[in-house]
C-alpha cells in the first residue's frame, strides 16, 4: 500500500503560479511512474502529466505544455508540479497518483491515489 498525500493548492489570479508536492509513503520502493490527474467541476478526471521513475521520460496533456512541469525527488518519495501561467481553465482538484508500471498515462494503470488539492485560478 502507497500512501501519497497532495500539497501547495490554492487561490491563485490568471498568469500567476504553483507549486504542487505530492509526497509517498508506505511501500515505495514499488512506485515506478508518477502522475498528476484534474478533476473539475463537471467534468471527467483527466491526464495532466507523468513522470518515469528515473525522472528521463516525462509527458503532458496539450492543454498544460510548455507551463507545467513535472518532477520527482525519489530520496524523498516527492513528485511536483510546478505550474507557471495559470488560467481560469486550470480550475480543479489536482490528484496525485502511483502505479507499479514503469510507464503509463493512463489513469486506471494508477493504483495509488492521493486525496487531491484544491487549485483554484482567478481572472
Known amino acids: 500500500q502507497v500512501q501519497l498525500v497532495e500539497s501547495g493548492g490554492g487561490l491563485v489570479q490568471a498568469g500567476g503560479s504553483l507549486r504542487l508536492s505530492c509526497a509517498a509513503s508506505?511501500?515505495?520502493?514499488?512506485?515506478?511512474?508518477m502522475g498528476w490527474f484534474r478533476q473539475a467541476p463537471g467534468k471527467e478526471r483527466e491526464f495532466v502529466a507523468a513522470i518515469s521513475y528515473s525522472g528521463g521520460t516525462t509527458a503532458y496533456a496539450d492543454s498544460v505544455k510548455g507551463r507545467f512541469t513535472i518532477s520527482r525527488a525519489n530520496f524523498k518519495n516527492t513528485v511536483y508540479l510546478q505550474m507557471n501561467s495559470l488560467e481560469p481553465e486550470d480550475t480543479a482538484v489536482y490528484y496525485c497518483?502511483?502505479?507499479?508500471?514503469?510507464?503509463?498515462?493512463?489513469?486506471?494503470?494508477?493504483?495509488?491515489w492521493g486525496q487531491g488539492t484544491q487549485v483554484t485560478v482567478s481572472s
Open positions: 497518483a502511483a502505479t507499479y508500471f514503469e510507464w503509463t498515462t493512463t489513469d486506471s494503470d494508477f493504483g495509488s
Open positions: 508506505g511501500r515505495t520502493f514499488s512506485v515506478r511512474a
